[in-house]
C-alpha cells in the first residue's frame, strides 16, 4: 500500500468518525428538545393525585349541596364513600413527597366533611339558623382546594426549575461536543492538506532515488523549495553528482585495477615458469589444484594439472594413497597439527616418491608446506625436488663407508694382535683355504670334510678373537655349507662352495694387505692409544672421502706416546754427559711432558735431539767459573715439545752466553769456511748461522762428546734430507734455542 | 622438571630415551614394557607425560592409549613409533595423543634431538582438543 494511500484511509476514518461524533451529538440535542416537550405536557405524577384530591373536595362540596338542596340526607352517604378515596389518595401522594401539607389537608379534609355532615344533619332536622355556617363550610372546601392548588403549583415551579437547570448543562454539554467535531474536521483536513503536500515531495524524491538507483546519474533533481524537504532534495541533488564523479573515478580504477592483475598474473606465469621446483597445491580433501610450477608438469611427467588426481601424479598404490588420504585429514582436523605440522610430516607416507619414467627410475623429494587462512588449514602445498642423483650419490656413500668400515676393523685387529699370533693365525687360514679348495665335497664326505668342518670352527673361533669379525662371518658361512654337507649327506651346488671359499680368501688377502701396509713385516705390536683410535674410526666413518693410504698415514699417528716417556732417555744424556763436561745442570726441563707425539717423528729426530743437547752443553753453557762471576747459577736446559698447525715442533733451549755473530764469523774466516768477500757480505743472522757450517767449531779442544764441528752440521743435513725446517733463536748472554719443525703427514686427511 | 613414564618393550629404546631426557632435567617416574604394565603405572604415577610405544606384547600402544585416556581424558602422551606403523600412529594422534617421535631415534644428530625436544614440549603444553 502506498503512502499517500495508508495517509488516505487513515484521514477518511479519523473525519469519519469525527463526523459521527458530531452527527450523535446533534441528534442528542434534538432528544433532549423532544423530551423537555414530552415533558411539559406530561402530568407530574403528584401533581395528577393533587387535582383529583380537588375533584374529589369540589364533589364532597357539591354532595353537601345537593343533600340540602335536595333535602335528602341519604345523599351524604356519597360523602362518606369519598372521604377513604381521599385519604388513600393522600397517601399515595405522601409516598412520592412526604409533605407536612398532605397531612394537614387529611386533617383539614376529615374536619371539614366531619363539620359539614353534622351542619348538613342539623340542617335537615330543621335547624335552619346554621345556613350561614353552610356557607363558611362551603367556603372551607373552597379555601381546601386553593391549598391543593397552592401545593400542585409550588411543586410543579420546583419540577420546571430543575428541569431547566438539567437542559441548560445538557445542551451546553452537546454544543461543545458539536464544536469539537467542528473543530476536529477542521484540524484533520488541514493536517490532510498538509500530508498530502509533503507525501508529494516525497514521492518526486523516491522518483528521484530510484532514478539515481538504476544508475541514471545525469538526470537532475529539481530543487525548488527552501524548506527541509527541499534541503532534502539539494542532498539528494549532491549526492547524484558526488555519486556520478565516484563511479567516474572507480571505473578508472577498475580499469588500473584490471591491468595491474593483468600483469601480476603474467609475473606469477613467469615466476610458475623460472621455478626450479615442481610446486603444486593440493586441498585437504586430496583434489589436485590447477597451479603449479612448469617444472611440476616435467618432474610429475604429466601434461596437465587440471583435474588430476594424486594418485595418477604420484602413480602410487591405493594403500599409500589411503594413508596419504588420512594424513590430510588430520592435519586439516585441527589447529594443533597445524601449529606443530613439522613434527608430523614424517607420517606422511609420501615424503619421497619413487616414479618410473620408461623404465628409468626417479627419485622425488617432496616437501609438503601448510598454507593458512584465518588459522585453519586452507591448502598444502607441494614441493618436488628430483634427488635422484642425490640417493644414487648417498648409496655410494654407504658402500664406501661399510667398506671403510671394514677396512678400520682389519686395521684396529691388526693392530691390537701381537706379531705371533697374528703370523699363526694368517698361516693357519691359508693352509685351510688351500684344505678346503681341494677337497672334493661329493665324493669326500668322511673324515677329510669332518676336520675341515673342525677347521673351520676353530678358525671362526680365532677370527672373532682377534677380532676379525668379517673373517668369523666368511667361516660361518663356509660352516653352514659343510654342515649341511655333513648332516644330511646331501650333496651341495659347488658353485656355492666355492662361492663360499672365494669369500673367505679374499677377506684373508684383505687382511694380509692391511697387515704389510700398515705394520710391515717387521714391526710389532703397535702402541695404539684406544681412545684415539676410536675418535679417529668415528672421523672416518662420518667423512666418507678417505683414501686407504691417509688412513695409513693417520694410524701411523696414532703411534703416539707421552713426551715424557721419550724423553726419559735424554733426561739421562744430559746426566751423564753433564758429569763428564764437568759441567754442574740444574736439570733438563721438558716441557709439555703430556703431549702425545708420534712415536714416527720422534724416533726420527732422536739424533739431532742428542747433537743438539750436546751442543747446548758444550758450546751454549758456559763453564760453572763464568756462570759464578755472572751469577746466573746453575746451567738450565730445556726439551720441548709442541704440535702446532700440522706440525710437530721440539725445541732444544739453553740459558747459556747466546751466540755472538762477530765472533762466529772472525773464527769461521781464521779456519778457512769463509773467504773475505763473505765476510762482509754477512749480516747478522747470516754470520749466526755459520755455527751450522761443516768444521765450524769455536773451541780449541775435542773431547769425547764434541768439539769436532760435526754437530750442528749434521743436524743442519737431517733437517734438509727430511724436508724439516730448523730456526735459531740466540741472544747474547741469555741463550740460544733451536726449534726443529718436523711436519705431521696429512693430518688434515681431507684430499 | 616433568614427570616422564615410558612405555616400550625395548629395552635399549627405554634407556636411550630415559637418559636423553634426564639429560634434559626431567624425572623418569616410571618405565613399562608392554601396554598393561603401562596402564599399571599410569594409575600408580600419574605421570605428567607418557611416551607410548605401539608395537608391543600383551597390548599394544593404540589399547594403551585407550585405556589410558578412558582413565584421564586430560593424559599427555606421545606417541613414538616407527613410520611403519603410520596408520596406527594417525589413529594414536586423532584419538588424543598430542605428538610423534619418529624411530629409530637419531640421538646423536643434533637435528633430531631438536625436533625431539619440540615434541616433548608440546606435549607437556598439551591442548587436547
Known amino acids: ?751 | 622438571m616433568s614427570r616422564i613414564l615410558i612405555v616400550d618393550d625395548s629395552a635399549f629404546v627405554v634407556k636411550s630415551l630415559a637418559n636423553h631426557l634426564s639429560a634434559q632435567g626431567h624425572e623418569i617416574v616410571a618405565t613399562a614394557c608392554d601396554g598393561i604394565e603401562g596402564l599399571e603405572a599410569f594409575r600408580q604415577h600419574r605421570p605428567d607425560l607418557v611416551l607410548l610405544d605401539i608395537t608391543m606384547p600383551r597390548k599394544d600402544g593404540k589399547e594403551c592409549l585407550q585405556d589410558i585416556i578412558k582413565e584421564n581424558s586430560a593424559a599427555k602422551v606421545i606417541i613414538v613409533s616407527a613410520t611403519s606403523e603410520t596408520d596406527s600412529v594417525m589413529e594414536c594422534l586423532q584419538m588424543g595423543a598430542l605428538a610423534f617421535i619418529e624411530k629409530p631415534l637419531r640421538l646423536h644428530d643434533p637435528s633430531f634431538c631438536e625436533s625431539f625436544n619440540n615434541s616433548v614440549a608440546m606435549g607437556l603444553a598439551g591442548e587436547v582438543q
Open chain 1, 1 to 751: 500500500m502506498s503512502l499517500r494511500l495508508k495517509l488516505f484511509v487513515g484521514l477518511g476514518i479519523v473525519l469519519g468518525s469525527s463526523l459521527a461524533f458530531f452527527l450523535y451529538a446533534s441528534w442528542q440535542a434534538a432528544e433532549i428538545r423532544h423530551k423537555n416537550w414530552q415533558l411539559r405536557n406530561v402530568d407530574y405524577p403528584g401533581l395528577d393525585k393533587a387535582s383529583k384530591l380537588q375533584t374529589l373536595v369540589r364533589e364532597t362540596r357539591e354532595s353537601f349541596i345537593h343533600a340540602v338542596d335536595e333535602m335528602d340526607a341519604d345523599l351524604l352517604e356519597e360523602v362518606d364513600k369519598r372521604a377513604p378515596v381521599f385519604d388513600s389518595l393522600a397517601n399515595e401522594i405522601l409516598k412520592i413527597d412526604n409533605n407536612e401539607t398532605i397531612h394537614q389537608l387529611q386533617t383539614q379534609y376529615r374536619d371539614y366533611v366531619t363539620v359539614t355532615t353534622k351542619l348538613v344533619r342539623d340542617y335537615l332536622e330543621g335547624d335552619k339558623k346554621i345556613v350561614s355556617r353552610l356557607a363558611e363550610a362551603n367556603h372551607a372546601a373552597t379555601q381546601l382546594n386553593q391549598q391543593i392548588q397552592a401545593y400542585s403549583d409550588s411543586k410543579y415551579q420546583n419540577f420546571i426549575g430543575v428541569m431547566e437547570v438539567l437542559n441548560r448543562n445538557g445542551f451546553r454539554f452537546v454544543n461543545m461536543l458539536m464544536l469539537m467535531g467542528v473543530g476536529l474536521m477542521g484540524v484533520l483536513l488541514s493536517l490532510g492538506y498538509a500530508l498530502v503536500v509533503i507525501i508529494k515531495q516525497i514521492e518526486k524524491l523516491s522518483i528521484s532515488a530510484s532514478t539515481l538507483a538504476s544508475g541514471k546519474l545525469n538526470e537532475s533533481i529539481e530543487v525548488n523549495r527552501v524548506d527541509e524537504l527541499g534541503v532534502l532534495q539539494d542532498s539528494f541533488e549532491k549526492m547524484r553528482i558526488n555519486l556520478k564523479n565516484h563511479i567516474g573515478q572507480l571505473d578508472s580504477m577498475v580499469e588500473n585495477r584490471t591491468r595491474q592483475l593483468q600483469r601480476a598474473q603474467k609475473e606469477t606465469e613467469d615466476i610458475l615458469g623460472s621455478i626450479q621446483e615442481g610446486i603444486f597445491t593440493v586441498n585437504p580433501d586430496a583434489s589436485v589444484n590447477e597451479k603449479h610450477s612448469i617444472k611440476a608438469k616435467e618432474l610429475f611427467n604429466t601434461s596437465v594439472f587440471k583435474g588430476v588426481s594424486l594418485a595418477t601424479l604420484f602413480g602410487a598404490d591405493e594403500r599409500k594413497m589411503l594413508l596419504l588420504d588420512k594424513w590430510l585429514k588430520m592435519m586439516s582436523s585441527g589447529k594443533r597439527f597445524l601449529k606443530n605440522w613439522k613434527s608430523f610430516v614424517p607420517l606422511n607416507p609420501f615424503n619421497e616418491l619413487v616414479i618410473w619414467e620408461g623404465g628409468v627410475q626417479k627419485i622425488l623429494k617432496l616437501d609438503w608446506q601448510p598454507i593458512e587462512d584465518e588459522g585453519a588449514l586452507s591448502k598444502i602445498m607441494v614441493l618436488a625436488a628430483d634427488i635422484t642423483e642425490t640417493k644414487r650419490y648417498e648409496k655410494q656413500l654407504n658402500e664406501l663407508k661399510q667398506a671403510q668400515q671394514l677396512y678400520m676393523q682389519r686395521v684396529l685387529a691388526c693392530a691390537e694382535a701381537d706379531k705371533e699370533d697374528l703370523d699363526n693365525f694368517l698361516e693357519q687360514c691359508d693352509k685351510l683355504v688351500i684344505e678346503a679348495n681341494n677337497i672334493q665335497l661329493q665324493s669326500d664326505l668322511s673324515t677329510r670334510t669332518k676336520s675341515l668342518f673342525r677347521s673351520m670352527h676353530t678358525l671362526k673361533g680365532n677370527a672373532g678373537t682377534l677380532g676379525f669379525s668379517r673373517v668369523s662371518e666368511r667361516a660361518a658361512t663356509c660352516e653352514d655349507v659343510l654342515s649341511i654337507v655333513r648332516e644330511s649327506s646331501q650333496s651341495v651346488d659347488v658353485s656355492t662352495w666355492e662361492a663360499s671359499i672365494k669369500a673367505l680368501g679374499k677377506e684373508l688377502e684383505a687382511i694380509r694387505q692391511v697387515r704389510e701396509s700398515v705394520f710391515g713385516e717387521s714391526r710389532g705390536k703397535m702402541l695404539i692409544d684406544k681412545q684415539a683410535m676410536r675418535r679417529l674410526t668415528d672421523e672416518i666413518l662420518t667423512q666418507p672421502f678417505w683414501d686407504n693410504e691417509i688412513i695409513l698415514d693417520r694410524l701411523a699417528l696414532l703411534d703416539t706416546a707421552p713426551f715424557h716417556v721419550f724423553s726419559r732417555k735424554y733426561q739421562r744424556l744430559v746426566e751423564t754427559y753433564g758429569q763428564r763436561s764437568g759441567k754442574k745442570i740444574g736439570e733438563l726441563v721438558i716441557g709439555n711432558p703430556n703431549l702425545q707425539v708420534p712415536r714416527e717423528q720422534l724416533l726420527q729426530v732422536d739424533s739431532c735431539l742428542i747433537h743438539l743437547l750436546r751442543n747446548a752443553l758444550d758450546h751454549g753453557l758456559e763453564t760453572d767459573d763464568v756462570r759464578a762471576s755472572l751469577q746466573k747459577g746453575l746451567g738450565r736446559l730445556e726439551l720441548k715439545a709442541q704440535i702446532n698447525g700440522g706440525e710437530l715442533q721440539i725445541s732444544v733451549k739453553d740459558d747459556g752466553k747466546g751466540i755472538d755473530g762477530d765472533t762466529v764469523a772472525q773464527r769461521a774466516l781464521q779456519l778457512g769456511l769463509i773467504d773475505e768477500l763473505t765476510f762482509n757480505s754477512l749480516d747478522q743472522k747470516g754470520k749466526e748461522n755459520l755455527v751450522f757450517l761443516a768444521g765450524f767449531t769455536s773451541r780449541k779442544d775435542v773431547n769425547e762428546f764434541s768439539g769436532r764441528g760435526l754437530g750442528l752440521d749434521v743436524v743442519r743435513e737431517q733437517v734438509k734430507a727430511m724436508g724439516w725446517r730448523m730456526e735459531m733463536l740466540t741472544a747474547l748472554g741469555k741463550g740460544t734455542e733451536f726449534r726443529l719443525f718436523i711436519p705431521l703427514r696429512q693430518t688434515s686427511g681431507k684430499t
